[in-house]
């Protein structure tokens, strides 16, 4: 590995996963570690990091799970503290919280609709509202935001509430992107498409295909005209390029990563 992140001090927020393999979050935080990162991982429930846990220790790399839910305040806050605390520093900041729920606006409950909001859209907003100060503080820092394809394409299913958290996440990211260039600090987007991580089948098979995971994911593999569906570590790859110093002359923009789904006509 090239360590890129030697002694870097990376939070990433969802780095468990609903099931065994290569969420997200799981595969950011084992790939960080490989590259020499300090990675400080974040999930409402610590047993869902152990598998990540496990993976890093096997290389020997550094990793600290936390348990914060995202779309609390003074969690968040209590957080960012205890990072620096531990660390003195926050270099990279990855917000990969996030996930779908079936419907449009009559199908879906008020409550559906504001718990969306929340666990999608106010989770990147209080994370980047403690973790900026921070980056300020030291001089700089990378920050990389998970949105979805869903965010800028129909992408097979009504789910406006998931669909229009993820445009919002892409217009958040450059907006504070904009505003905290000058000030060392750099903010992208991923864009992942329909990737075969773990809560394809725990949660979206039973959502949409009526537990049929295979079904799922034939349905899923169709509109990729690469064939094939990547996972966590294609997402991965992408966040690391974005956080690292290869890309130290971009800010403001957008990282699709979908097999070229969400360029195809029909």
């Keep these: ?26 595969a950011a935080a084992v790939a960080f570690a490989r590259e020499g990162a300090k990675v400080y991982g974040l999930d409402r429930n610590l047993d869902a990091m152990a598998e990540t846990a496990e993976r890093i220790a096997e290389f020997g790399g550094n990793f600290t799970p936390a348990q914060c839910d995202v779309t609390d305040n003074a969690a968040v ?52 509202k403690h973790v900026l100060p921070v980056m300020e503080a030291q001089g700089g820092g990378a920050i990389v935001n998970l949105a979805s394809t869903s965010g800028i394409r129909w992408t097979g299913s009504a789910q406006v509430a998931y669909a229009a958290c993820k445009a919002a996440v892409i217009q958040l990211g450059r907006v504070v992107a904009v505003q905290y260039a000058a000030r060392g600090i750099r903010v992208n987007t991923v864009v992942p498409g329909q990737m075969h991580t773990p809560m394809v089948e725990v949660r979206l098979a039973g959502q949409r295909t009526g ?33 690292s110093d290869d890309a130290r002359f971009i800010t403001g923009t957008e990282l699709v990563v979908d097999g070229g789904m969400s360029v195809r006509c029909g």
Excluded: Y
Excluded at 12 to 25: D, L, Q, T
């Design 1 to 26: 590995m090239s360590h890129r992140f030697e002694d870097r001090i990376v939070i990433i927020s969802g780095a468990g996963s609903v099931g065994p393999g290569w969420g997200n979050g799981r």
């Design 77 to 128: 806050a209590a957080m960012v503290a205890d990072c620096q605390a531990r660390f003195g520093r926050i270099d990279v900041l990855v917000n990969n919280v996030g996930g779908s729920a079936a419907g449009g606006p009559v199908e879906m409950s008020e409550e559906v609709w504001d718990t969306q909001v929340d666990f999608n859209l106010k989770s990147v907003f209080l994370t980047c």
């Design 211 to 243: 537990g049929d995971v295979e079904a799922l994911i034939k349905q899923r593999v169709s509109r990729i005209p690469m064939g094939f569906a990547g996972d966590g570590r294609d997402t991965a790859n992408a966040v690391l390029f974005l956080a």
